[in-house]
């Protein structure tokens, strides 16, 4: 049976473990940057093998601290759906804001991330809290006309997800799993539309 090609996107370096690769869709390029501690909850395909460059590898599999099994299945299928026709859709050339945005991703995952994995996902609102801070410096940073469109959609979705963040704390706070959950799911669309834009424009930090 005929096998397809890896699409272009960063995989696992598998060269050196714990960072990324830019596979360009024939062969790994040079470009490489830090395995982010947002990817610890998102698990990117393992990308062309050494001896076996065209399997199919679009599977992105998703593992969150509050995400039910089925918004996981849900963001994979998605994700798989719509990498060749709405990720393209999705792409900016503004680099200067992608590098900012990226560095602002960078410092969130550290200071606001990271603390919480490390704490057991012990204080979801310090968690929504910080990634509202990460938005407004986001909403910040300037953007060229062209792409102004897409990058409001992104942070749009941001703004949902994290509006979705507090409410989530709030039913932990009144010990309501079940509340809990439902905002759970449901924020799945938003968190599906950031890491979309995210990996259409190689901003891993920004990955959720």
């Known amino acids: 049976m005929a096998t397809k090609t890896h699409p272009p996107a960063w995989y ?3 060269r050196r473990p714990g960072q990324l690769r ?22 990117l395909s393992d ?13 992105l599999w998703a593992l969150s601290t509050i995400a039910m099994t089925s918004a996981l299945v849900l963001l ?5 759906a719509n990498r060749a026709t709405t990720m393209g859709d999705e792409r900016v050339r503004d680099d200067e804001f992608l590098a900012a945005a990226d560095r602002a991703c960078a410092r969130a995952d550290r200071d606001v991330v990271r603390p919480y994995v490390d704490s057991g996902a012990s204080n979801p609102e310090r968690l ?13 940073f300037a953007v060229a006309g062209r792409d102004a469109g897409r ?15 507090h409410a989530y704390a709030d039913a932990v706070d009144a010990d ?19 890491n979309r834009f995210a990996l259409a424009n190689g901003l891993a930090s920004c990955v959720l």
């Open 12 to 14: 696992p370096d598998p």
């Open 22 to 43: 830019r596979w360009d869709g024939r062969s790994w390029t040079s470009d490489v940057r830090p395995y982010p501690g947002w990817l610890r909850s998102l698990r």
């Open 47 to 59: 990308g062309p093998g050494p001896r076996d460059r065209n399997r199919a590898a679009r599977r």
């Open 76 to 80: 994979l299928a998605l994700v798989n």
């Open 128 to 140: 929504a809290d910080g990634m509202e801070r990460l938005v407004l410096e986001l909403r910040e």
């Open 151 to 165: 990058v409001g959609a992104w942070l749009d979705a941001w703004d949902e997800w994290v509006a979705a963040g």
């Open 176 to 194: 309501d799993d079940a509340k809990a959950a439902k905002i759970s799911a449901d924020s799945q669309s938003a968190k599906i539309a950031i």
